[in-house]
């Protein structure tokens, strides 16, 4: 990580306070952060940074989903958590076995950082997929039975556990799938941080042994700590303050920039 510049260490912090801010109340930023994390590494390393920037971001997201459950320890439904949970951790195991085929080599790094821009595309259709269902009233009024929810949930579980695997991208997945539940608001927010908080320390030991978690990483990842806490505490006095659909659609902007960028 000597490698590593200012500019670097500055667009690493800012993309830990997105990403604490995604976790606070402001829903999607944190799938820039995954583009600017892939960037900034490939820039800094080449493109053995890639699969780095996955690793370097987990420690993060688990300080910032530690942040959220703490908010919203109260608001967690789990049995919404149980039906997607086993789901994940299959996703994850199969992301897990695709991961360590793409860093064979530098080709093969390649072809992951075209899939990392893939998947941000693909997360960025599903959130806009998001919004018009909750335009269409009465959708999520009357829920769905328990045959079609378990199904939603194994589907969305098995691709948000590669996906979330593969590029920590798997946001805009679980969301869609406890909209369509019909939870109220607290409830959204709280069930998601506790899904997300198990997902992410599950996938710990996994990236350990595909080594791109390190002591070298964590050297890294332990200052970013700091600003992705700051950014899950200010969301809420953020969203008061600013245009929060200037504030989304100038990300979901730059997501898609950054994704086709990685596609490209």
Known sequence: MESLTVTHWSL??????????????LPGAGNLTV??????????????????????????LISADVTATIVYRRHAEWKFIARLLPFFIIGI?????????????????????????????????????MKWRRKRKGDAA???????????GAFLGLLGGVATML?????????????????????????????????NVSKVPLMIDLEIITLESMSVSWWMFIPAVIGAAIAPLVVRRINQKLFEGLVWFFIVLAGLRMVF
């Open 93 to 129: 195991l199969v992301g897990w076995k695709v991961f360590g085929f793409f860093q064979a080599n530098d080709e093969r790094v390649s072809l992951l950082k075209v899939l990392i821009g893939l998947i941000l595309l693909s997360m960025t259709a599903m959130h806009f997929t």
């Open 142 to 152: 009357g829920g769905q039975n328990t045959r079609s929810s378990l199904a939603l």
């Open 167 to 199: 590029a920590n991208a798997a946001g805009p997945v679980a969301q869609l799938y406890l909209l369509a539940m019909a939870l109220p608001k607290y409830a959204f927010i709280g069930t998601s941080a506790w899904l997300f908080l198990i997902v």
């Open 12 to 25: 690493l912090a800012f993309g830990a306070l997105i990403m604490g801010m995604s976790k606070g109340g």
């Open 35 to 60: 583009a600017i994390y892939a960037l900034v590494l490939e820039d800094a390393l080449g493109l053995a940074g890639v699969p780095l920037s996955v690793g370097l971001l987990l420690p993060v």
